[in-house]
């Protein structure tokens, strides 16, 4: 199928009206972050922030007439606005009780939030305080341990501004749909996946403001053929801002898990995520430590390079359950850098043996929630 040209799409959306200014949204200057690859097609509308509730059929408006243009497979678009200039001394302005209100896409805003995924019977976060402490290499060989348990698994990347899905997944192109309306999920080693990495070339940047961002991650969820699902992971980006807030308060999450490496830094980072996803009703499953410790693979000796043990204390200290820990190998960046991570590269590795541990005991809870974790909300794994 032949791709569409970005000047075929502003085309298309000239014939679109602002009723406020009358004007059409292309020479009224609305349209930002126009993207486009092999077919599939990604940008926003700038609105007033006070007319935003309002514009819904705006939007859709939009989003149909560049749906309907050949060679189109999806578009994805959102609303978004510019905050009002703000005086010296003044912060933002406060967020609504519960946050900023959901950008409403055909369900009600703050409704039943089953609706996203509606065949996934349970969704595990995982999250980390902050980068590089392997929290995608965690939720990867996570999803593939709880396949390889049985358990019918999806896997969805919400890290908007730096997927790494598709390449550790092994994954390449792009989703296709079925029935015109929604995507079919990307699948490989028997797990459904999905990642804006999969809509836009590996190194163009997304430069989206955080309406944006919490908009895609809802069509992820909602515009996507799950299907039905045990369990999804999802693989949150690090840090505790807009992406996972709205993962927290719109999608009925099972539970989070919270990875780490052993030092104080880190430990320090991983527990404001853990604090965040309490103050939002999220129950936490657990603590893991990664790079917890390093064998020399010519002399054998061990090295704690980012100290050791520490994980585990910090999840004693704040209640929570230790989950496990996984060494600094090599092998475990090297199958992961090349599409077969090391849970299906080489399942009989005491590292595979560590991951599907660790997804046995996410399981088990999943299965038997504790009693407050049962009412007080979904779970989140965090790195």
């Not at 092999?38 to 939007?59: M, N, S, T, W, Y």
């Not at 200039?85 to 967020?95: I, L, R, V």
């Not at 045990?230 to 009925?252: H, N, Y």
């Not at 020399?296 to 204390?313: D, Q």
Request: contains cysteine.
């Amino acid at each position: 199928m032949a791709g569409v040209s970005e000047q075929q799409i502003l085309d298309s959306l000239k014939e679109v009206i602002d009723p406020d200014s009358g004007k059409d949204i292309v020479s009224a200057g609305m349209i930002k972050g126009l993207q486009t690859k092999d077919g599939h097609v990604a940008f926003a509308i700038e609105v007033d922030q006070d007319k935003g509730a309002g514009l819904e059929p705006l939007r859709k408006e939009a989003e149909e007439a560049v749906h309907d243009l050949s060679g189109v497979i999806s578009a994805t678009v959102v609303l978004t606005a510019d905050l009002p200039a703000q005086g010296p001394g003044q912060g933002p302005p406060p967020p609504s009780p519960g946050g900023p209100p959901p950008v409403d896409h055909g369900g009600a805003p703050g409704g039943p939030t089953a609706a996203l995924m509606p065949g996934v019977a349970s969704i595990v976060a995982v999250a980390s305080g902050k980068g590089g402490v392997g929290k995608s290499t965690t939720a990867v060989n996570l999803a593939l341990g709880l396949a390889a348990a049985g358990h019918k698994t999806g896997l969805l990347d919400a890290d908007i501004y730096g997927p790494s899905l598709p390449r550790m997944m092994g994954i390449t192109g792009q989703p296709s749909s079925s029935d015109g309306t929604t995507l079919d999920a990307m699948e490989n080693y028997g797990i459904k996946v999905m990642s804006m990495g999969f809509l836009v070339e590996e190194d163009t940047p997304m430069i989206w403001r955080g309406p944006m961002v919490q908009s895609a991650l809802e069509q992820m969820m909602r515009d996507v053929s799950w299907g039905e699902l045990d369990v999804m992971v999802i693989d949150m980006p690090p840090g505790t801002g807009d992406a996972q807030l709205t993962i927290a308060q719109r999608v009925p999450l099972t539970g989070a898990i919270i990875v780490s490496t052993p030092q104080d830094i880190a430990l320090m980072d991983a527990r404001k995520g853990l604090n965040m996803f309490r103050k939002v009703g999220v129950p936490v499953l657990g603590l893991i430590e990664n790079m917890s410790y390093f064998n020399c693979p010519k002399c054998g000796e061990r090295s704690e390079i980012f100290s050791h043990g520490g994980a585990r204390i910090e999840a004693e200290r704040l209640g929570i359950d230790f989950l496990g820990e996984i060494p600094l190998d090599i092998i475990i960046r090297e199958t992961s850098d090349g599409g077969r991570p090391i849970v299906v590269s080489e399942p009989e590795s005491e590292h595979a043996k560590a991951y599907r541990a660790i997804a046995d005991k996410v399981w088990e809870k999943i299965e038997h929630p504790l009693s407050d974790e049962a009412t007080s909300g979904p779970k989140i794994v965090i790195q």
